[in-house]
């Protein structure tokens, strides 16, 4: 299925990392999108941007899911 943003969309090598580390990796290899930590349990605006990525880490700050753009 092709994106309709532009650039990389999906990061699935972050599984594990810390989150500012992904943070900062998923800007540099996608610089049209913001990335935003946003700890586990916490709730998040559900409409698709092609400018953003969260960041979902547990509480120990490690990247549980994979960040993808939306």
Do not use: H
Request: proline share 6%.
């Amino acid at each position: 299925m092709a994106s309709i943003c532009q650039g990389k969309s999906s990061w699935p090598e972050l599984l594990g990392v810390d989150g500012k580390c992904a943070v900062a990796t998923i800007e540099r290899e996608n610089p049209l999108v913001e990335a935003i930590i946003v700890p586990e349990g916490s709730s998040i605006i559900e409409n698709f941007r092609c400018d953003r990525v969260w960041v979902w880490v547990d509480q120990d700050g490690i990247v549980y899911i994979v960040p993808v753009i939306g």
